[in-house]
């Protein structure tokens, strides 16, 4: 792995740092080396948790919300230096990115103002990472909740030790069947052949996902529109919702939101609005959308 060109993609909670213009003029102007083929899409059970490498947690404070926010080293996991991602084998998932957070404060806003309720719904959180509007979602008595990342590594290592020390802290562990938490690791184009809320053409459109959650996923133009799909098949219809946390702009690889929902706006299938922004001066403007069927 070490072979793989790695990138600062952009800062997360823990580095605040602001990328520069060079990078993405040096990511442009080079040739896209060959990804690797991508792993198949598998379940990875909570009994999977892995104990071979150092979790620690801190507590983070979102509003009125503590949850608690695993920490593992990149380089135990993947034998990799600190990166944001390295493309076709390590996601970013071992970062707490401000997306995240800005998620779950504009979660708690409108569970608080009553727009939005969690009790009984089922929820997908799409590259879930530390996973916490999803567990925020768990500890507001969602009847299921099922996380997805591209790296089955970042679940066993992160994500689902990050989810007991939350919900355990809560009295509320995921042993105890209170709420229904599994987890998928692969790519976009192929999970939905395992996600079991999916819905795959059928004319009836019950069964399928309440609420999706993500968060920084669209930095990458290549993957939005295997992404997109992914939403499609996975949101119930008509009443089901997206959130959705991300910057404007990521300046270096293309993504951001304009460029998503222009996509969006295209498809002519669902519609968008502005939840809140942020701009806190630490990086360029980050937004929370709601996407509903039209």
């Not at 390295?86 to 998620?103: A, C, T």
Request: proline share 5%; with cysteine.
């Amino acid at each position: 792995m070490a072979t793989n060109p790695t990138f600062q993609l952009f800062s997360s909670t823990n580095d605040k740092s602001s990328q520069g213009s060079g990078l993405g003029l040096r990511f442009f102007d080079s040739p896209e080396p060959a990804l690797p083929p991508s792993p198949p899409p598998v379940e990875v059970l909570s009994s999977e948790a892995s104990f071979s490498v150092d979790f620690a947690v801190d507590k983070v404070t979102i509003g009125d919300v503590t949850l608690l926010k695993g920490r593992v080293n990149t380089k135990e996991v993947f034998g990799l230096p600190n990166s944001d991602l390295v493309p076709g084998v390590y996601e970013g998932g071992l970062k707490l990115w401000e997306g995240s957070i800005d998620l779950v404060k504009a979660l708690e806003k409108v569970t608080q103002s009553g727009n939005v309720s969690f009790s009984g719904k089922r929820v997908l959180e799409l590259g879930c990472g530390h996973a916490l509007p999803g567990i925020y979602a768990c500890l507001k008595g969602a009847d299921a909740t099922h996380l997805q990342d591209f790296n089955a590594e970042v679940l066993r290592c992160l994500t689902i030790p990050n989810v007991n020390a939350n919900l355990s802290k809560n009295s509320s562990p995921v042993s105890l069947g209170e709420t229904e938490v599994r987890f998928f690791a692969g790519e976009w184009s192929e999970v939905h052949q395992l996600l079991p809320l999916v819905n795959d053409g059928e004319t009836d459109k019950k069964g399928v996902y309440d609420i999706i959650l993500m968060a920084e996923t669209i930095y990458s133009i290549p993957a939005q529109k295997s992404l997109y799909e992914l939403i499609k098949r996975c949101l119930a219809y008509p009443d089901g919702s997206v959130y959705m946390a991300a910057k404007k702009y990521y300046f270096g690889v293309g993504g951001g939101t304009r460029q998503f929902l222009s996509m969006i706006k295209k498809d002519g299938v669902l519609a968008s609005s502005l939840v809140s922004e942020v701009t806190d001066g630490s990086s360029n403007m980050r937004e929370v959308w709601k996407l509903s069927y039209k």
